[in-house]
């Protein structure tokens, strides 16, 4: 019986996926090629096709242009991102400028920049393959960013890398682990990072992602968190102290706005406590 109840639950999820995406491809190839993805999303997780990771290019009902591979990440990042809407701000900000710590191959970035028009993106991502796709992704789209190619985190400096075969699962190996595979990446603190712009330029808006980095780049020197609007943040619990790194963004001044305030797919999120009243208003 339980097993059945799981078919089905797939099945009506599936169908769903199908409707949304259905609505977001904007011609008939990128229908079928993106509900054929959807389905194959699932076969990936038992077989290993010979198709896997090649490039694929998908054209949106509302003029974007989107390329991803054929791995369970990617298409993953595609039903989080563009179906569920898990980006979604649960305040009124228009986020000129966005910073976005993980940015992976690119799919929030232009998601962010097709909600709420932003004036530039700044993306960080540490696996060149994926970097790779965030530049073609925000060029092919004429998206007004700058892409670098690190990890974020604490300090400047050089760390491992390791990769995941799904894409959107790759990890800085943290203090005391011993990494056994991986690559040698460039690290540059946030500190680093802001003192490119003006001296008294504010970020809106920092997306974070960094797949359990978030504990050592939030346990670092904050004094950076003073030039900061907001923040969007998926954590994960399994490798963080997620109550503590909540706490330790509110004692910087931020008011918290929890995941699924907006529906059950929203990500964490937080507001300057000096603009809360103006933008959280109704």
């Not at 890398?161 to 894409?167: K, R, V």
């Amino acid at each position: 019986m339980n097993s059945l109840l799981s078919l089905w639950k797939t099945v009506r999820q599936t169908l769903h996926e199908v409707r949304q995406a259905w609505s977001l491809a904007g011609d008939f190839s990128s229908r079928l090629r993106l509900v054929s993805d959807l389905v194959l999303y699932r076969i990936l997780k038992v077989i290993d096709l010979k198709s896997r990771n090649q490039e694929r290019t998908i054209r949106c009902s509302n003029g974007l242009v989107l390329t991803y591979r054929l791995n369970r990440g990617d298409i993953q990042s595609i039903r989080e991102v563009w179906l569920d809407d898990a980006y979604r701000l649960p305040f009124s900000l228009k986020p000129g400028l966005v910073v976005d710590l993980g940015a992976n191959i690119g799919l929030t970035s232009l998601w962010l920049h097709q909600q709420y028009g932003c004036d530039k993106i700044i993306a960080i991502e540490p696996n060149p393959s994926n970097a790779q796709l965030v530049r073609k992704n925000l060029i092919n789209n004429k998206i007004n960013a700058t892409v670098i190619e690190a990890a974020i985190g604490p300090t400047d400096g050089v760390v491992t890398f390791e990769s995941s075969q799904d894409s959107n699962m790759g990890r800085v190996a943290v203090n005391g682990e011993q990494a056994t595979t991986g690559e040698q990446v460039k690290m540059i603190s946030m500190t680093t990072l802001l003192a490119e712009l003006p001296h008294d330029q504010e970020v809106d808006l920092v997306k974070l992602d960094i797949e359990g980095g978030e504990q050592q780049l939030l346990s670092g020197n904050l004094s950076w968190l003073k030039r900061v609007k907001a923040i969007i943040a998926e954590f994960h619990p399994e490798v963080v102290d997620y109550p503590g790194l909540i706490k330790t963004i509110q004692q910087q001044e931020f008011q918290y706005i929890p995941a699924h305030t907006l529906d059950h797919d929203n990500m964490d999120a937080f507001v300057r406590e000096s603009i809360a009243a103006s933008v959280l208003a109704g």
